[in-house]
């Protein structure tokens, strides 16, 4: 089947720094990429859409300027959050569809602990 | 806006039991749905998908339906074991490649 990548799968960060994480998706191509954010002990939640080539597009509630996404290419999306408070201390999950009836695949996730 | 829940959020059960995980959804117009399994502190695992033309999926000892028209889908999950513990999570699309609707999950508990 399809595989997502995430690079790193953890980081520990002090408060203030900006972290990037990478989403790939590694044998196929993607013009659009999901990203998901999970409290300890809460569901997923959408954050964003990252579309390739174009804008990303926000959930309600999610702060475009402090959650930065790049889709610079069809299997690449970035998520940088910057200037990371504890509050900003998560899960995060990017999904990728490789096209036509198939499912979604998830990245593994990227844990992010902001001190 | 598309709501999922599913019912009960925290199961134990000893050791060989079946059990049913429910899931309801509020919208019906869907393009399918998801059980997965998520290992503390891990990612997901996906165990059945079923589209919105079907009306079951079956995978070794899990089986999971669907009634859209009602909103609602089951995963039966045959002798559990131990390492059935984890938490099981249901997930709509609406349609092709848009992002899922996620329940709170149900956290399982399988005592040996």
Redesign the interface.
Known sequence: GAVVSQHPSWVICKSGTSVKIECRSLDFQAT?M?W?RQFPK?????MA?SNEGSKATYEQGVEKDKFLINHASLTLSTLTVTSAHPEDSS?Y?C?A?P???G??Y????T?LTVL | KQEVTQIPAALSVPEGENLVLNCSFTDSAIYNLQWFRQDPGKGLTSLLLIQSSQREQTSGRLNASLDKSSGRSTLYIAASQPGDSATYLCAVEATGNTPLVFGKGTRLSVIA
């Open positions: 659009t999901f998901y809460q569901s997923l939640m959408l859409t899960f999950i999904s569809n096209g036509g009836a499912t979604q998830f990245g593994p996730g844990r």
